[in-house]
């Protein structure tokens, strides 16, 4: 009998095929280790990390011309932290406190994730998934434990708990037609591996997916983010066929990437990514991208002792900026504060850091971190710098911050150096507070880059970490749309741009809802970006905008999501 399960859309497309489940060795060993002479103990865990590079190597080394460059920066990004010092200062205290080798690393690694995942950024809660994918390496390598799962010798739809980003890469895709995940979620690198993969995907599905026998045939709709259990004829007829448009539409997409964002009439639409590393910078300029609508530069300061000085900062911001060619690239500045404890920080506790003191609230009280930050920007002398601020919430807080701007060039200008000739200054709008009161804000800055994620989690009161309740925080829920309109209905009169550089920006479905909303900029994952240009070249600025207005007027994200379907133009 036919059955359906609803989860996340991960990765689009429709696979179709019998069911396979992934059974993965874990490492178990560690809390039953007994503690050895530390210099012993210091000695297998060097072994068993030069063993986990020697197997990350030669799946890059397998992959190099398979996978596109970001998604190859996720395991060099692994290879990194084998050697990160702060990790292995930590680790190397623990064994000499007398912990066995295993479990100084998986308290140390536990530790990292755990803050990792409390961060507001999804971006960087990703990042637990690496630490996890690391320490249970290391693990396998020191108890011995085989690293290989058992894959499908035919073609399959995979079905897993959750995937971690090294088991995602290394997938045989001539046996895997598309993945079916209990847990996961949207913003994982395994998302963006499967994504680069071209592999359909869906999470969330719940324990209900434990119910699907092997071999049972399933339809996995990435678009919809549903699994389809023993489909009937006339379900597998319909299914076919859109799979086959599905792929007609992607080669399209990615043979016209390179091209200028614009609508069917000719109105440009600036399409740019959203970045965390020199990695991702290569990876947006060859996946299409006209510029930066989001530079985090949280990576420079977490997982360390001390902060970041002006001249490191100045290095890598000098790296970056090298491979985006004069591209304009817009800058957040530290989002870190209370919800990620830094040792240099000295922080207190807080019982709710996610609303906390954190971003510019941290920079008021440690104004030097900020002065640091912005000297090293501005040093770089990059013509089209555009510096934003994340978390503004009041005008105070925004004066304040263009006097620390000025100050920053004072500086500069008494070095004899000249600041970016064409610097822009803006801020993000996700509070809804600072989407309110657009209008007096757009006295102040240059340009407005609206931060979906968080605009939508506190307008709909769902924190997006809490998978009982994050469906809720659905950016295309009206009430959050007609903040972004009031947003670029008190810029565009004052000169400002306004732009959007979270989730929604990269969703082919909310794109032309945005683009008629009067959305200058979108900014998104590289791996976006093809279809996102695809979508909007099918739209007229006059068919976006009417399109927007009805979204408007639904009740629900869901009825938005339904309509931008049943309006789509037919080219």
């Known amino acids: 009998m036919s059955q359906r399960l ?179 979620g949207p913003t994982s690198h395994a998302t963006i591996l499967a994504r680069a993969r071209g592999l359909p995907a869906v999470a969330g599905l719940g324990r209900a997916l434990h119910m699907i026998a092997p071999e049972t045939l399933v339809i996995l709709d990435g678009d919809r983010g549903e699994i389809i259990v023993n489909p009937d004829e006339a379900t597998l007829v319909e299914a076919r066929a859109q799979q086959a448009a599905w792929h007609a539409a992607q080669k399209a997409a ?40 989001l530079l985090r530069t949280e990576f420079l300061y977490l997982d360390r002792v001390t902060p970041p000085s002006t001249e490191e900062q100045f290095a890598i911001y000098q790296e970056i900026f090298t491979l985006l060619e004069g591209r304009p690239v817009v800058v957040r500045t530290f989002d870190i504060g209370g919800d990620k404890p830094a040792p240099y920080l000295s922080l207190p506790p807080e019982a709710n850091p996610f609303l906390g003191v954190r971003a510019i609230r941290l920079a008021r009280q440690q104004p030097a971190l900020l002065d640091t930050q912005l000297d090293a920007l ?37 070095q004899g150096l000249t600041p970016p000739p064409g610097l822009q200054i803006g801020m993000m709008v996700e509070i809804p507070a600072a989407a309110l009161l657009a209008e007096h804000f757009a006295a102040v800055v240059d340009f407005f880059s609206i931060g979906t994620n968080d605009l939508a989690q506190y307008t709909l009161a769902a924190d997006r970490t809490n998978p009982a309740v994050a469906a809720l925080a659905d950016a295309l829920h009206p009430a959050v749309l007609r903040l972004i309109q009031h947003v670029v ?60 207005q009805e979204a408007l007027r639904q009740e629900s994200a869901e009825a938005v999501r339904q309509l931008v379907q049943a309006m789509m133009p037919h080219r």
């Open 254 to 293: 990615a043979a016209t990437a390179a091209e200028p964002g614009q609508l069917a009439d000719g109105t440009r639409i600036e399409i740019a990514a959203n970045i965390g590393s020199a990695a991702d910078a290569r990876a947006a300029v060859q996946a299409g991208a006209e510029g930066v609508g």
């Open 378 to 414: 501005l040093r770089t002398g990059y013509p089209t710098l555009r510096i934003m601020f994340p978390m503004v919430a009041t005008i105070a807080e925004i004066h304040w911050l263009r006097e620390r701007v000025d100050a920053a060039i004072a500086r500069l200008t008494s």
């Open 6 to 184: 609803s989860g996340i859309p991960l990765s689009p497309g429709i696979a179709i095929g019998p069911a396979w489940w992934l059974e993965t060795p874990v490492a178990t060993t560690g809390h039953s280790d007994i503690p050895r002479n530390p210099e012993t103990e210091r000695a297998r865990l060097e072994a068993a990390r030069e063993q986990a590079k020697r197997e990350l190597a030669a799946i890059l080394a397998d992959q190099q011309h398979a996978l596109p460059p970001e998604s190859l920066a996720i395991l060099e990004a692994q290879q990194l932290m084998l050697d990160d010092p702060d990790l292995l200062q930590h680790v190397t205290a623990a064994i000499h406190a007398g912990q066995s080798a295993s479990d100084a690393w998986r308290s140390a690694t536990d530790a990292i994730a755990a803050q990792l995942s409390a961060l507001p950024d999804p971006y960087f809660q990703a990042r637990a998934a690496d630490v996890r994918d690391i320490q249970q390496r290391v693990l396998r390598c020191l108890g011995g434990v085989a690293e290989e799962a058992v894959y499908p010798t035919t073609p399959h739809v995979l079905l897993a708990d959750d995937l971690v980003p090294s088991q995602t890469v290394t997938l045989p895709l001539d046996r895997i037609l598309g993945i079916a995940l209990v847990g996961g």
């Open 489 to 548: 209905s008190a810029a565009h009169p004052a000169g400002r741009w306004v732009g959007v550089c979270g989730e929604l920006a990269g969703d082919p479905v909310a794109a032309p809802i945005l683009v008629g909303l009067g959305i200058d900029e979108l900014s998104m994952a590289p791996a976006a970006i093809p279809a996102v240009k695809a979508v909007l070249r099918q739209w007229t600025r006059d068919a976006a905008e009417h399109l927007a």
